[in-house]
């Protein structure tokens, strides 16, 4: 077995730990906030050269320059747990405007352990032992894309650091090989039970068509790494995602799944997945150690224990091995076109896809300071290699992000979206997630139907397991008043993606467009069942009731929502609206006073929810008005106009086919 190496340093009085991560000075330990440990570790590391505050700045903050303050106190008390204060400083030297270099006493200790259960030998191939309850396995993985690739440089500017990036690598080529281990396992030992004459023979199980993977968990919980943890998930979700017979569930389905002591198996349940991969993991200085598990749900059995602790070198070589045993092991025939999307690398810059994970990760958070992080690590992705179309995709998708949870930079982000899709489609015309992002694009903010519902179709056939996709389309399906159409995609989505409460709410959201109003009140009172303060629900719920006539129910949805704490401000008119047809004129004209004496002349939503009052107090040509105010400013608000129950009074009305002209629908 490979003998694995822990590394100490002793600094003159001071001795570190890497892989305990500790600082004592003899008997003392020496307090160190987790970052300044890593800083103080990583300049121990880099110290034959001159590491640059951009650098660090990158690596450890994130490259924003209002943590410019924080370095500089981080430098100040890495010095004083060295007790280097004074100056000249004798183990930290500062290059004014520039960075730092460590100039003290190092000598470098290492300590050699030997790891267990899992080893993999390079020859023709990948060979994994695997040890099982029955007896060890082993298995040669054809090594058709295990060849020398070109090393490639990073780009300057965003270095950072050979050794952060290898130990990333190592560490996701590792998890994607141990889970090659297990499916080959499976499949042999399927093949076994095949050839078995013993009627005692246990009886082939159901073949896996889906599978959650869970965010990784840490072996030491006293060291987290979230982005890690996620990032290495999120890699395998999408390289598996491209088999179509193969169900993954998305990073937005598992990302919750992050306790220490989550089951497995109940994840897996509540997913409604026929298997879950369970991982830990944990890095030991440059050095990762990996621990997978395979299992089936519906049982609980294993179908594969592994363990990885020898560094893997090629990411890109071993994600395609494992693409093909999935392949095997849930026994489909892929089509040339699937074969050759599964064996395709949209980049072969490491630093680059490194980078378009972190990308990943940050978006999936849908907080402005997120996706303003999300943007800069695709942009990185992109500088390191400009033909990188995923990155491209990816940027798209978050600006629209940023247009909907960014207000600043809301008017900024869809002409950027734009661009960054068609740059995305540009390069590669056969990118699912490049058709995706274009698709909405199209539809909400161009107004051209024709063109998003192309873009759709296309994402759809390209990969049809994508639940976002689905949910999108659905929506555009029910604002052109094709129900029966929009239900099916929507009732797809949830399927992809179960426990997602937007979806689940914008189930019943299509069906009260449909005019299934008891339908879509069930579905809300469903979701609301599994997450009682999701405010989305509440909100849509009141809506159905007030397309119901229900308005004391409507106005207690209403009410819920201010008690949790969600600001009445963008559903004043849906309430102005229930006082006014319930008769309660007063209390709807009050609101009114209030909407019209608020600056709301740039806000489509207030506009709209004005025209409520006045179609419910029965005042059309007010409403009409404020309609005609959003039709002048091309708004795209309006793609609700033909099938948004609030305005079904005004549908009747001669003003109104002469309002769906401008906005571009056909007679």
């Known amino acids: 077995m490979a003998v694995q190496i822990q590394r100490r340093y002793l600094l003159g009085e001071n001795e570190l730990d890497a ?49 410019e303050e924080n370095l500089t106190k981080c430098i100040s008390e890495i010095r004083k747990a060295l007790a280097d204060q004074r100056k000249p400083h004798q183990c930290i030297e500062t290059v004014p405007a520039v960075g730092y270099r460590y100039i003290g006493p190092v000598k470098e200790e290492q300590q050699q352990f030997e790891p267990s259960v899992f080893t993999i030998e390079k020859t023709r191939g990948v060979r994994v032992v695997v ?81 959650a993977v869970l965010p990784f968990k840490p072996i030491n919980s006293q060291n987290r790494d979230e982005f890690l943890e996620l990032g290495m998930a999120d890699a395998l979700i999408a390289k598996l995602s491209g088999v179509k017979q193969l169900i993954v569930r998305p990073t937005s389905a598992i990302r919750n799944y992050t306790k220490i002591d989550q089951d497995p198996i109940s994840a897996g349940h509540e997913q409604g997945v026929d298997a879950v991969l369970d991982a830990s993991v944990q890095r030991v200085g440059d050095r990762i150690s990996v621990s997978v598990r395979l299992l089936r749900v519906a049982d609980g059995s294993s179908l594969g224990s592994f363990r990885c602790e020898d560094a893997c070198t ?37 630093e680059a896809y490194l980078d378009y994970l972190r990308g990943r990760y940050y978006w999936n958070k849908k907080t402005p300071d997120e996706l303003r992080k999300a943007i800069y690590y695709y942009q990185a992705a992109i500088d390191k290699d400009p033909t990188y179309a995923l990155a491209y995709a990816g940027l798209s998708e978050t600006y629209m992000s940023q247009d909907i949870y960014d207000h600043e ?31 909405p694009l199209k539809w909400i903010h161009d107004w051209d139907f024709t063109g998003g519902e192309k873009e759709f179709k296309q994402a759809i056939a390209l990969d049809p397991n994508y639940p976002e996709t689905h949910h999108w389309y659905a929506l555009y399906l029910m604002e052109r008043a094709r129900h029966e159409e929009a ?12 426990l997602s409460p937007m979806i689940s709410t914008d189930v019943g959201l299509v069906l009260s467009f449909a005019r299934k109003y008891d339908e879509a009140i069930a579905q809300f009172r469903e979701t609301l069942e599994v997450a009682p303060n999701f405010f989305e629900a509440h909100h849509l719920l009141g809506q159905t009731y007030l397309f119901k006539a229900m308005y004391s129910e409507a106005l207690g949805e209403y009410q819920k929502m201010s008690d949790g704490g969600v600001s009445a401000a963008y559903v004043k008119g849906e309430i102005g609206y229930a006082y006014a047809k319930a008769g309660r004129v007063d209390e709807a004209r009050k609101i009114l006073r209030e909407l019209e004496e608020q600056d709301n002349a740039d806000d489509s939503i207030m506009i709209a929810e004005t025209s409520f009052v006045y179609i419910g107090l029965g005042n059309k040509d007010e409403a009409f008005k404020l309609l005609n105010k959003l039709a002048a400013r091309h708004d795209h608000w309006l793609r609700f106009l033909d099938t948004y129950p609030f305005l079904d009074d005004l549908r009747a009305d001669p003003r109104f086919p002469g309002l769906r002209d401008r ?5």
């Open 19 to 67: 892989g305990g991560h500790s600082l004592t000075r003899g008997a003392t330990s020496i307090p160190l906030s987790r970052k300044r440990f890593k800083v103080l570790l990583y300049l121990i590391e880099e110290r034959h050269r001159l590491v640059t505050r951009q650098e660090l700045l990158e690596l450890f903050w994130d490259g924003h320059e209002v943590y």
């Open 131 to 211: 040890e099982e309850s029955d007896g060890a396995h082993d298995a040669l993985v054809p090594e058709k894309t295990l060849r020398d690739r070109p090393a490639t440089e990073a780009h300057p500017r965003l270095l950072k650091g050979a050794k952060r990036t290898a130990w990333f690598f190592a560490a996701l080529s590792c998890v994607v090989i141990a889970l090659t281990a297990g499916v080959v396992f499976i499949y042999s030992h399927r093949a076994g039970v095949a050839k078995s004459d013993s009627a005692a023979a246990k009886p082939e199980m159901a073949p896996i068509r889906s599978l």
């Open 314 to 350: 090629d990411v890109f070589a071993a994600q395609d091995a494992i693409s093909e045993q999935i392949a095997r092991a849930i026994k489909v025939s892929l089509s040339d076109e699937e074969k050759r999307l599964l064996a395709k690398h949209y980049t072969e810059n490491k």
């Open 409 to 439: 930079q809301a008017t900024r982000a869809i002409p950027r979206a734009r661009a960054a899709a068609l740059r995305a489609l540009e390069i590669d015309d056969t990118l699912a997630a490049a058709h995706a992002a274009l698709a």
């Open 487 to 498: 239900i099916a995609e929507i009732k797809r989505a949830a399927e992809l993606d179960p």
């Open 663 to 667: 906005v571009g629908f056909a007679s």
